[in-house]
């Protein structure tokens, strides 16, 4: 929200007070306290009143300065709140400085402030790169001038004046920090307007809005810049940021109540500040390989029962279409009932034996979920009377006809609750079901109670986070470490945990394609290791020009979903070229998973995202600080698009070296724009220079033997340049290490010796390797 009207004036009915002096500056053994006046302090009369600002800083992570700013510390403070990895331990450096101020250092990110009696002024380092800062008119109270007037009556009268909650309170603490010449911003989650999110007003509040417009399924308050920083804001309900936008020299951002907390993360690159981040709010978990290969749905609205199911599989199949999870949408539960977690009984009248049936040709069975009880379930009696779903004020439950009729929605801040739920899932597990789409999330009310007082404010974002552990754990708990796996659409920050996330209801047509991508991107920079989406579209029905791009498109992002409302998504209903572009693309994809899944293990032992917007690692070229029709799938493979029936895609090859197709072997120099036409199997999907990605002998099964007859394809490898690469099983083991030297017109190549034979490939020649070597040399 805009507080300011231009530069001097505040927008009426608001009062503003800017930390203006550091009247008291203290340190302590691991933080800095400031008492800021809002004016300058020239007698003691001018200390009768306030308000002040008491604002510390500290750090409880390496590279994270810790801000908290407080008015009124006597406010009530209800949870939830995030559930961070912080280390109370953590003592950074403090130095008091020559001119009187202080600095705090944490590993090699650092504040610096003014001294006691200084003016307000903050500068934010890494090493000695200043990174951000705030002055003059920054910090701020912001009161709106009723509820400020009221407060004095009441104060005066000596009536007994105080808020009773975040929610009853009007007013807000804001932040601004500086933004440098140039400087790019990005992140806030999965945004599908404008990638570089500079001129915008960012709202952290989930919406089930689609992907078309500024409102998202999975909001997170924290953005990472072009500057080798990130910000995150401490707090699950509404935050408003803006982004160049109130001030266009500035990102402020405002949380209602009487305390803002935020951390500044500083690093030498974007994914050193997303390692941080991650390690402050957790890892993405590590899918299990058979996620990464192809989905197939029976779409939302149709009609369909196990033969069409079987026919759908079996097609596939003969189409030579390597299929790997079937999942079934909302209607494997009978209309109005949802959810109540039985089968209908009139389209599968034994399930357990159809989902062996499924199982037996080889397939991963998903099924459809969210968090809601319709009145019709046999359901909603049982958890209405033991206390299960979210109430009223006044007791009673909250129920609405928006998507079922008389629906609850189930409380997990109840113990019991997440405990009951659960067991209908466990039910579906033990009867064959592998993993669940954990749909909507993000409709939650705000003036209703909780089981736990939570709230509801606060509620209205983090409800995702307990909805998706719950549903994450029974999964866990049931087939292991990193066998978990959902398909989820809501989430906050956190939710990286609980993966993957796929971006919701997007149209078939190319914007929507666009946008979709655009979404991706901004989520995987704000802490999110994985994306999917529903190829090509949810909403109509595309041309099999549209499926057949977003088919490539699809089967290059982490996770392939084909899905769709009203229309089977099979490649059949479009053409027969869709068929075998289809086949095509999923064959690649599967040929790709050694190198995939190991970029998934370095996902979720780093939380560098596996689809990286081009900012993230290469952010010195300053052409991709604005690219969003393109990304890196994993470390190594550059991966446009094609967005428009002409076939036509314009792409970048970042600066440095030569990048090669991997499908036909054209070379091309870095450091340019290129416009290149392709047919349906093609697009620029180009192989960064001085890399090594393995190619497995895949057949129709993602988790295979990824080392046994595996091709590691060298790709432009300099002289004096050295390559490297792991290579992990499909139960995340590392089995094989590979480095590759290039002296001359020698390659050098030392790796782990292995009871498997593989090949090496260069410039399109193979060398056989076999087993039990552990060097060798390549003649160019």
């Known amino acids: 929200m805009k507080y300011s009207d231009g530069f001097w004036l505040n927008q009426p009915?608001?009062?503003?007070?800017?930390?203006?002096?550091?009247?008291?500056?203290?340190?302590?053994?691991?933080?800095?306290?400031?008492y800021a006046t809002a004016q300058w302090i020239q007698n003691r009369g001018m200390t009768l009143g306030g308000p002040v600002l008491e604002i510390s800083f500290t750090s409880t992570l390496p590279d994270t300065i810790k801000v908290t700013i407080d008015h009124y510390k006597g406010a009530l403070k209800k949870g939830p709140n995030f559930e961070l990895n912080e280390d109370e331990s953590f003592k950074p450096v403090i130095n008091k400085l020559e001119n009187g101020g202080y600095e705090l250092i944490s590993n090699k990110t650092k504040v610096v402030i003014g001294g006691q009696g200084d003016a307000w002024d903050v500068k934010y380092y890494y090493e000695d790169k200043?990174?951000?800062?705030?002055?003059?008119?920054?910090?701020?109270?912001?009161?709106?001038?009723?509820?400020?007037?009221?407060?004095?009556?009441?104060?005066?009268?000596c009536d007994r004046f105080y808020a009773t909650s975040e929610t009853d309170d009007n007013s807000s603490i804001r932040e601004m920090l500086g933004i440098s010449v140039g400087e790019k911003i990005y992140g806030f989650g999965e945004k599908f307007s404008n990638f570089v999110k500079n001129g915008q007003t960012v709202e952290v509040w989930n919406n089930d809005g689609g992907t078309c417009s500024e409102q998202t399924y999975k909001s997170i308050p924290f953005y990472v810049t072009s500057n080798n920083y990130g910000v995150f804001v401490n707090n699950p309900g509404k935050v408003t940021f803006e982004v160049a936008s109130e001030t266009v020299s500035k990102v402020s951002f405002a949380v209602q109540g009487q305390h803002m907390e935020y951390f500044l993360i500083g690093g030498a690159s974007v994914s050193d500040v997303i390692k941080v981040y991650t390690n402050l709010?957790?890892?993405?978990?590590?899918?299990?390989?058979?996620?990464?290969?192809?989905?197939?749905?029976?779409?939302?609205?149709?009609?369909?029962?196990?033969?069409?199911?079987?026919?759908?599989?079996?097609?596939?199949?003969?189409?030579?279409?390597?299929?790997?999870?079937?999942?079934?949408?909302?209607?494997?539960?009978?209309?109005?009932e949802w959810c109540n977690f039985k089968w209908d009984e009139r389209m599968f009248p034994d399930p357990k034996a159809m989902l062996q049936r499924l199982k037996a040709k080889g397939l991963q069975i998903c099924a459809w979920i969210n968090p809601y009880?319709?009145?019709?379930?046999?359901?909603?009696?049982?958890?209405?009377?033991?206390?299960?779903?979210?109430?009223?004020?006044?007791?009673?439950?909250?129920?609405?006809?928006?998507?079922?009729?008389?629906?609850?929605?189930v409380d997990f801040t109840n113990p019991d609750a997440c405990k009951w739920y659960a067991s209908k899932l466990r039910?579906?597990?033990?009867?064959?079901?592998?993993?669940?789409?954990t749909d909507f999330g993000e409709r939650i009310p705000t003036k209703v109670k909780y089981f736990d007082g939570s709230d509801p404010i606060r509620m209205h974002n983090y409800y995702t986070y307990l909805y998706n552990q719950c549903v994450f754990n029974v999964l866990k708990e049931y087939y292991g470490e990193n066998k978990a796996c959902l398909f989820a659409r809501s989430a906050t920050v956190g939710g990286q945990k609980f993966p993957v996330h796929w971006g919701g209801d997007c149209f078939s047509n190319y914007e929507s394609m666009w946008e979709t991508l655009r979404g991706g991107l901004s989520l995987c920079l704000s802490g999110f290791g994985f994306f999917s989406h529903d190829i090509s579209g949810f909403e109509a029905t595309g041309t099999p020009d549209l499926y057949k791009r977003w088919t490539a498109f699809g089967l290059l992002s982490t996770h392939s979903r084909y899905h769709g409302n009203s229309s089977y998504r099979v490649p059949w209903n479009f053409d027969e070229e869709a068929c075998r572009v289809s086949s095509h693309f999923t064959k690649l994809k599967g040929r790709l998973m050694p190198y995939l899944f190991s970029n998934a293990v370095y996902t979720h032992n780093t939380g560098v995202p596996m689809m990286r917007a081009m900012v993230l690692d290469f952010a010195y070229d300053r052409a991709t600080l604005d690219i969003d029709t393109q990304y890196m799938l994993g470390d190594s493979l550059l991966v446009a698009p094609v967005f428009n029936e002409d076939g036509i895609a314009d792409f970048y090859l970042p600066a440095g070296g030569e990048w090669t197709d991997i499908q036909t072997g054209e070379k091309l120099a870095g450091g340019s724009w290129y416009t290149k036409k392709y047919d349906y199997f093609g697009?620029?999907?180009?192989?960064?220079?001085?890399?090594?990605?393995?190619?497995?002998?895949?057949?129709?099964?993602?988790?295979?033997?990824?080392?046994?007859?595996t091709t590691f394809r060298i790709f432009a490898l300099e002289d004096g340049k050295s390559a490297e690469r792991k290579l992990y099983d499909k139960e995340a083991n590392l089995i094989f290490e590979i480095k590759a030297e290039r002296n001359g017109n020698k390659i050098a190549l030392s790796f782990t010796k292995t009871e498997s034979a593989f090949k090496i490939e260069v410039d399109g020649k193979i060398t056989e390797i076999p087993a039990n070597s552990d060097s060798a040399v390549i003649e160019l």
Not at 132 to 157: C, F, N, P, Y
Not at 697 to 704: L, P
């Open 130 to 157: 200043l990174l951000t800062k705030s002055g003059w008119r920054t910090t701020s109270l912001i009161e709106e001038e009723q509820w400020v007037t009221d407060r004095r009556m009441a104060a005066h009268s």
């Open 13 to 34: 009915g608001y009062n503003v007070s800017y930390a203006t002096q550091m009247y008291e500056v203290t340190a302590t053994e691991n933080a800095l306290h400031v």
């Open 281 to 336: 709010t957790g890892k993405p978990a590590l899918p299990p390989a058979y996620s990464f290969g192809l989905w197939l749905t029976t779409s939302f609205t149709t009609n369909y029962d196990e033969d069409t199911v079987t026919s759908f599989i079996d097609k596939m199949a003969e189409y030579d279409i390597p299929l790997q999870v079937f999942h079934f949408d909302c209607f494997w539960m009978r209309d109005f």
């Open 427 to 437: 039910a579906l597990c033990e009867m064959g079901v592998d993993c669940f789409k």
């Open 683 to 709: 697009l620029p999907l180009y192989a960064k220079p001085n890399s090594i990605i393995p190619m497995g002998s895949f057949v129709r099964d993602v988790e295979y033997d990824y080392l046994t007859d």
């Open 373 to 409: 009880i319709s009145q019709k379930s046999d359901l909603f009696t049982e958890g209405m009377e033991n206390g299960y779903f979210i109430k009223n004020l006044d007791g009673s439950v909250f129920q609405c006809d928006m998507w079922q009729p008389g629906l609850a929605i």
